[in-house]
Every structure is written in C-alpha cells, then in structure tokens.
C-alpha cells in the first residue's frame, strides 16, 4: 500500500475514534446529578422538577426558540415517542417564544410548560433530560445526541424504565 493510502486510512480511523468519542460524551447517565436541571428555576416561580410526572417516565426538553425552528424532526420525534410509550414530553424554554414560533410549536402539538429564568445549565442547548418518576436517568445535549437517545428508547423491549436498573 503506498504511503498516501496509509495516511489517509490513518486519518480516517482518527476521525472516527473522534466522533465515537463525541457522541460518548454528549449523551449519558445522569446517575449523580440529582440537582442541575430540576432546581433551575422557571420565570413564573416554580422549578424545572415541578413539571416531572412522578407516576411516569418525563422527558424534560430544554429549547431556544430558535432551536425548535430547526429541529422539528427530532421534536416531533419525541412528541411521537412520548405518544407511543406512554410519557411525558414537557418542553421548557431558554427565553419566551414569539407569536411565530409560538405559532410553530403549537403546529408540532407542543406545548411550552415554562421558561427559563436564567440561562441553560452549562449554556447547552437543545437538550433532554429523562426522569423516571422523579429519578433523573439520562441526557443528551444537541440534535446528534438526542436522535441516538431517541432510537434507544424507541428500540423494542427497552425504554427508559430499563435504564433505572443497574446503574
């Protein structure tokens, strides 16, 4: 094999040890992290936890509006989801949505439970965050993260109630 064949075989298996190791990082167990996302507090004054159904596993988004324009696939995705597997999907907002976006996610059938009062928690956004009950299990930060979060929990014979188990 020449030694431009083997650089760029080389290049290639960095790039993708790189991206197996970004999409480790972005999606995960949130064993640990009791606090965070459910004592942010939203502009009405209650806290993010308020909105969790204890009976049922919750599926906490937090969206820009802006987000939300963009993504339509991955949050029509988790409405669905929520539809098929009995949960709830609550989105929470980073900032109020115009009357054109509000427009936009009520097109979707999404209804915004709250907003933000301060800026995301590490200023990531779009994410999910699912509890079941009140117990937090796992999040993904970004559209990347979520979609591989969403084929997970859409898989048969595995939803988030499994994931409590064993971790």
């Known amino acids: 094999m020449s030694e431009n064949g083997q650089t760029l075989r080389r290049k290639a298996r960095g790039i993708l040890v790189l991206l197996g190791a970004l999409s480790l990082g972005s999606s995960c167990s949130m064993d640990g992290e009791r606090g965070g996302i459910v004592n942010a507090a939203l502009v009405d004054g209650r806290v993010v936890g308020d909105v969790l159904d204890p009976s049922m596993t919750t599926v906490i988004l937090v969206y820009s509006p802006t987000d ?25 907002m980073t900032s109020e949505p115009t009357p054109q976006e509000a427009a936009s996610l009520a097109f979707l059938r999404v209804e915004v439970v709250g907003v933000l ?17 009140k117990n937090p299990d796992h999040s993904a930060f970004g559209l990347v993260a979520q979609g591989s979060l969403l084929d997970e929990l859409a898989r048969p014979m595995r939803g988030v109630a499994s994931h409590s188990s064993g971790r």
């Open 117 to 133: 009062e301060d800026e995301p928690l590490e200023g990531r956004s779009p994410a999910a965050y699912t509890f079941v009950g």
């Open 68 to 92: 939300c324009l963009t993504c339509g696939g991955v949050l029509g995705r988790w409405v669905k989801l929520g539809r098929e597997q009995d949960m709830a999907v609550r989105l929470v």
